[in-house]
């Protein structure tokens, strides 16, 4: 495929616009349409890429979607992991591609979908034991509870490749905790540490969760940006190094974290930048976490343990930005600003 003709949703967040960032830079030549949902963002979208093609509309513009994939040689679904309805016009839109004209489909999911063991037995900051990976954990990940965050959404993208697997060519990226400034057009924060920090920040004091004990993985915006590009790399090969379909579930992980090292890190440095009377941290529940914010258990309470090891093998994918703990100082002093106290 010399110019590929490329659809992505999700272009004005965060997890899209870096990765449009990363894909534009690379391939200045590939023809590249992306789905936004007003005229301020499509201005802000056009505005720093002016060769990039519009199409108006949102998640549920179901026939828009259809008609766009179908057109597609590639396709990177950057939006929303949860909104059924534009999965399903994804799958549909996959139907009319052929074997001789097969349809790359690189998808966002999210790590969320391995909290299934808190999620069930409403537990939070304990550590749970259980680690997944991609390698030769792979059917697990492709085979995940039904109940389980995200899956529903998976399991539509899923089943798109397995109906026709030469027609369609299936890959799903599973980010965990992402930090770290994106390069997109409009959206360019995370939202897990940048919630915590401007929950310490409102309650004028830091917590732990539970016991502060549970374990996630991490991974900075800008590194998670380069596995999309060896994917989109691959698909304009077709195929290339990538493994699709049954083997096509990358997690993009630069490490593991404990919570509670992050929940007190937050506390000293918003005393440090001089945004609260100390630096202590005090245990809450579960109710006082969903009252600072209503995800709060899930995303500061969760365990989430899962290796990424087919991108490393496959495209010698080797993150190097800084870990979480390290940008707190820079999370902290943003929440700040945006909140109005600096």
């Given at each position: 495929m010399a110019h590929p003709k490329v659809f992505l949703t999700g272009?004005?967040?965060?997890?899209?616009?870096?990765?449009l960032w990363t894909i534009v830079n690379a391939h200045p030549d590939w023809q590249l349409s992306a789905l936004v949902r007003n005229k301020d963002k499509a201005e802000q979208v056009t505005a720093q890429y002016p060769n990039i093609r519009i199409v108006h509309g949102d998640l549920d513009s179901s026939d828009i979607i259809?008609?766009?994939v179908k057109n597609a040689d590639i396709v990177f679904h950057f939006a929303d992991c949860d909104h059924v309805a534009a999965a399903q016009a994804i799958a549909k839109g996959s139907q009319h591609h052929t074997a001789e004209r097969p349809l790359?489909?690189?998808?966002?999911s999210g790590t969320g979908i391995l909290t299934i063991e808190d999620q069930r037995a409403h537990t939070y900051g304990i550590e749970r034991p259980k680690e997944y990976n991609d390698w030769e954990g792979v059917s697990e990940l492709l085979n995940l509870p039904a109940d389980a965050f995200h899956r529903n959404v998976d399991e539509?993208?899923?089943?798109?490749?397995?109906?026709d697997p030469s027609s369609v060519r299936t890959a799903i990226v599973c980010p965990p905790t992402i930090y770290g400034p994106g390069r997109g057009p409009c959206n360019t924060k995370s939202v897990q540490a940048y919630w915590l920090s401007a929950a310490v920040l409102k309650r004028g004091k830091g917590f732990l969760v539970g016991k502060g004990e549970n374990v996630w993985h991490q991974v900075h915006v800008q590194d998670l940006s380069n596995v999309y590009l060896a994917l989109g790399d691959a698909a304009a090969a077709g195929g290339g190094k990538a493994t699709w379909n049954d083997e096509g579930y990358y997690l993009a992980e630069n490490g593991s974290f404990v919570w509670g090292d992050i929940q007190r890190k937050v506390a000293e440095e918003a005393f440090a930048q001089?945004?609260?009377?100390?630096?202590?941290?005090?245990?809450i529940d579960d109710t006082q976490t969903t009252d600072l914010h209503p995800a709060g258990i899930y995303a500061w309470g969760s365990n989430s343990r899962g290796h990424a090891i087919r991108a490393r093998k496959l495209f010698g994918w080797d993150p190097k930005k800084p870990k979480l703990i390290d940008l707190?100082?820079?999370i902290v002093a943003l929440e700040a600003k945006d909140l109005g106290l600096k």
């Amino acid at each position: 495929m010399a110019h590929p003709k490329v659809f992505l949703t999700g272009a004005s967040g965060y997890i899209g616009g870096d990765g449009l960032w990363t894909i534009v830079n690379a391939h200045p030549d590939w023809q590249l349409s992306a789905l936004v949902r007003n005229k301020d963002k499509a201005e802000q979208v056009t505005a720093q890429y002016p060769n990039i093609r519009i199409v108006h509309g949102d998640l549920d513009s179901s026939d828009i979607i259809e008609e766009e994939v179908k057109n597609a040689d590639i396709v990177f679904h950057f939006a929303d992991c949860d909104h059924v309805a534009a999965a399903q016009a994804i799958a549909k839109g996959s139907q009319h591609h052929t074997a001789e004209r097969p349809l790359w489909l690189i998808h966002t999911s999210g790590t969320g979908i391995l909290t299934i063991e808190d999620q069930r037995a409403h537990t939070y900051g304990i550590e749970r034991p259980k680690e997944y990976n991609d390698w030769e954990g792979v059917s697990e990940l492709l085979n995940l509870p039904a109940d389980a965050f995200h899956r529903n959404v998976d399991e539509i993208i899923i089943d798109a490749g397995k109906r026709d697997p030469s027609s369609v060519r299936t890959a799903i990226v599973c980010p965990p905790t992402i930090y770290g400034p994106g390069r997109g057009p409009c959206n360019t924060k995370s939202v897990q540490a940048y919630w915590l920090s401007a929950a310490v920040l409102k309650r004028g004091k830091g917590f732990l969760v539970g016991k502060g004990e549970n374990v996630w993985h991490q991974v900075h915006v800008q590194d998670l940006s380069n596995v999309y590009l060896a994917l989109g790399d691959a698909a304009a090969a077709g195929g290339g190094k990538a493994t699709w379909n049954d083997e096509g579930y990358y997690l993009a992980e630069n490490g593991s974290f404990v919570w509670g090292d992050i929940q007190r890190k937050v506390a000293e440095e918003a005393f440090a930048q001089k945004f609260i009377k100390s630096p202590e941290v005090d245990s809450i529940d579960d109710t006082q976490t969903t009252d600072l914010h209503p995800a709060g258990i899930y995303a500061w309470g969760s365990n989430s343990r899962g290796h990424a090891i087919r991108a490393r093998k496959l495209f010698g994918w080797d993150p190097k930005k800084p870990k979480l703990i390290d940008l707190i100082p820079e999370i902290v002093a943003l929440e700040a600003k945006d909140l109005g106290l600096k």
